[in-house]
């Protein structure tokens, strides 16, 4: 069965698609981007995907024969002096709201359309989305990041109705979002000043524990959110 990883370009998604096949993963690896090129292993499929075009998420998932495994690595927290995660509801904008929940709700949850009724009926199979601690509502004691907060929370309530729906047709499905902790990254660089050495992951360590959390994941997990280290984070 071949596995799908969505924003593969990306230092994340990147370290997914190679850590996939260094674990030995028996398909192949469609590593899809906007380009949709890179420099890969001859057992990964490169190829493109737009998830603000919902056009090429249904082209892509066409061209994927049942994916056991689907990991959406795709994402945005900021974007220069354009945006910038807000401090106060003062700082609100309509641009900004639009911006983060295309690329980080709105394109996740097409993404599950076109992909979802490509994967099998009849085994096991996992729909993960990378998400955020920060989109848990219990768990906000700062404030502060209102449209990323927002979009990520929106993001963890689309994974638990795709879970339901899923388990209807597939009692073996698992849908989950999944926290990568802090990653060294384009997406997190400009926020890495007060995080400790030891709490500022490679993006090949991320990718390694959120492996080993897919790996351990059962049916009884799905709609949940887990963190890097296989803990759930509640909503």
């Known amino acids: 069965m071949p596995a799908v990883i969505i924003g593969a370009t990306g230092g994340i998604g990147r370290a997914l698609t190679l850590g996939l096949k260094e674990k030995g993963y028996r398909g192949p690896v469609h590593a899809l981007s906007r380009s949709g090129d890179g420099d890969w292993p001859s057992d990964v499929v490169p190829g493109k995907i737009d998830i603000l075009h919902e056009d090429s998420i249904a082209a892509a998932a066409e061209a994927v024969d049942a994916p056991d495994l689907v990991i959406i690595a795709s994402g945005i927290l900021s974007d220069g002096e354009r945006l910038q995660p807000e401090k106060s509801w003062r700082h609100q904008s309509m641009a900004a709201f639009e911006k983060v929940f295309h690329v980080n709700t709105f394109g996740p949850g097409l993404v599950a359309k076109h992909f979802l009724p490509r994967m099998p009926r009849e085994e096991r199979t996992v729909f993960a989305a990378l998400s955020a601690r920060v989109g848990s509502i219990s768990d906000n004691g700062f404030g502060g990041w209102h449209a990323y907060r927002a979009s990520k ?83």
């Open 153 to 235: 929370a929106a993001l963890n309530m689309l994974i638990r109705n795709y879970a339901i729906e899923q388990a209807r047709k597939n009692e073996s499905s698992i849908c989950v979002g999944l926290h990568p902790g802090t990653v060294d990254t384009g997406l997190s660089k400009p926020f890495q000043t007060n995080v400790p050495d030891k709490k500022l992951f490679s993006p090949e360590q991320s990718a390694g524990y959120l492996l080993d959390v897919v790996d351990g994941l059962t049916a009884k997990d799905s709609g949940r959110l887990f963190d890097w280290q296989g803990k759930e984070i509640a909503p």
